[in-house]
């Protein structure tokens, strides 16, 4: 079946440092790649998103590149903000509409 | 993008009783979703709502315990029955488009506790 594997936590980042998310995932066909993000006390919500192989999602200063031939959508930051502390979950869009999502990477970032 | 809202945000319940939590949308859309979402944990798939027929449940959920209703494109139900310590979680409602190639948007939960 189709699943994701998303790079372990939590992390932790000094300001300005440079962000790496690994997620990688298994899929039949060509699904929609998404990130999504969960700050502390707030809701779900979209953060970026890749629809065909070689598009690069950006938001925030944040980009991921959809993969095709590894299967992957790493997401990165060159410089993460005390703002960026959140949980991130990588989510393909892979059966009719659905999304598998990863078990999320809680990401701190001291100043 | 849709702005949702889910009733209630949050409740305590007794162990053998039902609770309903409503979804609504600010706009027609193809798709409602049901997850739960253990603290610190990722989102489990409950089931999708369909309009006008049943909903399609993933393994492990079952239409007896967690009974949806979705009588129109812009709203939906889930209820919790016979609820039980173990279905204390959080429960999201999440919408999507296929035109907008089915980037989610969430509700913001349902927190349910059951004693």
């Known amino acids: 079946g189709d699943s994701v594997t998303q790079m372990e936590g939590p992390v932790t980042l000094s300001e300005e440092a440079f962000l790496t998310i690994n997620c990688t995932y298994t899929?039949?066909?060509?699904?929609?790649l998404f990130w999504y993000v969960q700050y502390p006390g707030e809701g779900l919500q979209l953060l970026l998103k890749a629809t065909k192989a070689d598009d690069k999602g950006s938001n925030k200063g944040f980009e991921a590149t959809y993969r095709k031939e590894t299967t992957s959508f790493h997401l990165e930051k060159g410089s993460v903000q005390v703002s960026d502390s959140a949980v991130y979950f990588c989510?393909?869009?892979?059966?009719?509409?659905?999304?598998?999502f990863g078990d999320g990477t809680t990401l701190t970032v001291k100043p | 993008s849709a702005v949702i809202s889910q009733k209630p945000s949050r409740d305590i319940c007794q162990r053998g009783t039902s609770l309903t939590i409503q979804c609504q949308v600010d706009?027609?859309?193809?798709?409602m979703f049901w997850y739960r979402q253990q603290p610190g944990q990722s989102l489990t798939l409950i089931a999708t709502?369909?309009?006008?027929?049943?909903?399609?449940?993933e393994s492990g959920f079952v239409i007896d315990k967690f009974p949806i209703s979705r009588p129109n494109l812009t709203f939906s139900t889930l209820t919790v029955s016979n609820m039980s310590p173990e279905d204390s979680s959080i429960y999201l409602c999440?919408?999507?488009?296929?035109?907008?190639?089915?980037?989610?948007?969430f509700g913001p939960g349902t927190r349910l506790t059951v004693t």
């Open positions: 899929a039949t066909g060509y699904p929609s």
């Open positions: 989510a393909p869009n892979t059966n009719a509409g659905k999304s598998t």
């Open positions: 706009s027609q859309v193809t798709m």
């Open positions: 709502a369909n309009q006008g027929s049943e909903a399609t449940y």
């Open positions: 999440s919408v999507a488009n296929w035109w907008a190639q089915y980037e989610q948007y």
